[in-house]
Structures are given as structure tokens and as C-alpha cells.
């Protein structure tokens, strides 16, 4: 494939996605039916400064220090092997003019998908909650059975409204225990996602210009984004799976600890 054609595709993917890196590039052009090797195309994309470089962390939205009451930690050694078994939340910020604004995020920890975001002018619990809103009507109560929804200690989800709405929908309620970030993993991951990915990137006139374009970035995100953790499947196609995906992760040299796993709804 000569390597104009390589660098228009290049180009066509990082129109929706800006920041997608070499390795879900190369699963992309390859399913697409651009054949071409990982050694060629990191090789076109260092030729052409077009590698992605990790982006900085970002700040801690939570505050714990408070005297509402923290649930345990139900999903520490579990897998979850099919969709809506599992939502995780968390809160990430955006700057609009200069001022911050913050999205909340609800992810279903098996296809990756998110399934409920609100963009709001403070830390208060009113973005959490229209979050948390949209989720539960996004998903029929029959897909619900079960579900477990993992957060942070933040007040946000501590507070009577939030927890409320959790109960009146028979959603469990689990928290992280001890602040350590890998406690709720995929949620900082999408954090992550989305800040280096699109929004650090970009800048907004106004606060619904930036309500606009991050629901045309979720759109992207939910339908286009493959996932190495879940076998390069969108969350999309993921979500219309069940059983165990393929990691597609880099190998580690250090050995995985054994995990317990959650079936599917089908076996419960």
C-alpha cells in the first residue's frame, strides 16, 4: 500500500477520533481491508510526527471528607461477563470561556459503553443525578437485574438524592474504599479517553456548544472507538456480546492475579 493511501486513512480516522494511537489504527485500516503490517505503519507514523504521546494526569474531582454514609466495595476480584452487571461513575472537567465545567460519566464496565453523561456548571449533585437519570432511561428494567453501580466516595454519590434513585431502581450501590484510583479503573480510564483523546483538545465558546459536541463525541466514542480491552470490539458491538472478551492488551512481563468472575444474566 503506498503510503499516501496509508496517510489519507490516517487522516479520515483521526477527523473522528484525533488522538487514536498506532495500535487501534492498525486493527482499524487491517479490518477495514487495508492490509498492512504494525512495523509499516508505526514506521509511516513516526516519518510523519503523527504518533500520539501520553498527555499529563489530570485533577482529582472527589471529596470524601464528608459525614454522609460510604457503601462498600461489593466488586473488588470480579469480572463481569455481560453487559449492565456493572455501571461505574466518576466526574471529569472541561474548560468553557476559561471557567470549568464538569461531565459526569456512567460507563457499563463490560462493553466499555457510556450510558449516561450530563455536562453541568458545578460539583453538585444535580449533574450526577441527570447522569444517573439518563442511564436508567436508556435501559429497560429487565436489563437492570442485577446491577451493581460503582463510584467513588465523592459527596455527589453519597448524597440522599443519588442514592435514592439508585434504590427506587434496584440498582446496588459499591464504592471504592481506600481512594486508590484502581478501585474504580474503568472509570478513570474513560476520563482519560475522552480528556486526551478529544476534549483537552478542543475549546468552547459557550457552555451549549459544549453540550452539543460532547454528545457528538460520546456518539463517536460509543460507535467508531475500538477497545483492546474488549477484543478491539466499539462499545457498540461489544454490548451484543456475552461471555469473556479478548484482551488485546501489550503483554506485561509481571503474571495477572487470579479473578473471580460474574456471569452472564443467562446463568445467574
Not at 477520533?17 to 504494525?38: A, C, D, E, F, V
Not at 456548571?121 to 441527570?130: A, C
Not at 450501590?173 to 482519560?192: C, K, L, W
Not at 460507535?223 to 506485561?252: D, F, I, V, Y
Request: proline share 3%; with cysteine; hydrophobic share 35%.
Amino acid at each position: 500500500m503506498e503510503e499516501d493511501v496509508v496517510l489519507d486513512r490516517i487522516h479520515s480516522y483521526r477527523k473522528l477520533m484525533p488522538r487514536i494511537g498506532g495500535t487501534k489504527l492498525h486493527y482499524l485500516m487491517n479490518h477495514s481491508g487495508y492490509r498492512i503490517s504494525r512495523k509499516t505503519l508505526f514506521s509511516i507514523l513516526r516519518n510523519n510526527s503523527l504518533l500520539v504521546r501520553k498527555r499529563k494526569k489530570y485533577a482529582v474531582t472527589t471529596d470524601s471528607r464528608h459525614w454522609m454514609k460510604k457503601y462498600p466495595n461489593l466488586i473488588r476480584g470480579f469480572d463481569f461477563e455481560s453487559p449492565n452487571l456493572l455501571w461505574v461513575s466518576d466526574i471529569t472537567y472541561i474548560k468553557v470561556k476559561g471557567e470549568f465545567a464538569y461531565l459526569s460519566l456512567i460507563t457499563d464496565a463490560y462493553s466499555h459503553k457510556v450510558v449516561g453523561y450530563c455536562l453541568y456548571h458545578t460539583l453538585e449533585s444535580e449533574g450526577t443525578i441527570m447522569a444517573l437519570q439518563m442511564a436508567i432511561d436508556a435501559t429497560p428494567e429487565n436489563k437492570r437485574i442485577g446491577l451493581i453501580h460503582h463510584s467513588d466516595r465523592g459527596s455527589q454519590y453519597c448524597c440522599k438524592e443519588y442514592v435514592k434513585l439508585l434504590k427506587n431502581n434496584y440498582i446496588r450501590i459499591s464504592m471504592t474504599e481506600h481512594g486508590d484510583p484502581y478501585e474504580n479503573a474503568v472509570a478513570e480510564r474513560m476520563n482519560g479517553i475522552l480528556k486526551a483523546e478529544w476534549l483537552d483538545m478542543e475549546e468552547y465558546t459557550d457552555f451549549l456548544q459544549a453540550k452539543e459536541r460532547i454528545s457528538q463525541i460520546i456518539n463517536i466514542y460509543n460507535q467508531a472507538r475500538p477497545h483492546a480491552s474488549c477484543n478491539m470490539l466499539t462499545p457498540m458491538e461489544a454490548e451484543r456480546h456475552r461471555g469473556k472478551l479478548k484482551k488485546r492488551w501489550r503483554k506485561r512481563k509481571h503474571e495477572q492475579k487470579e479473578i473471580k468472575t460474574i456471569p452472564s444474566r443467562t446463568d445467574l
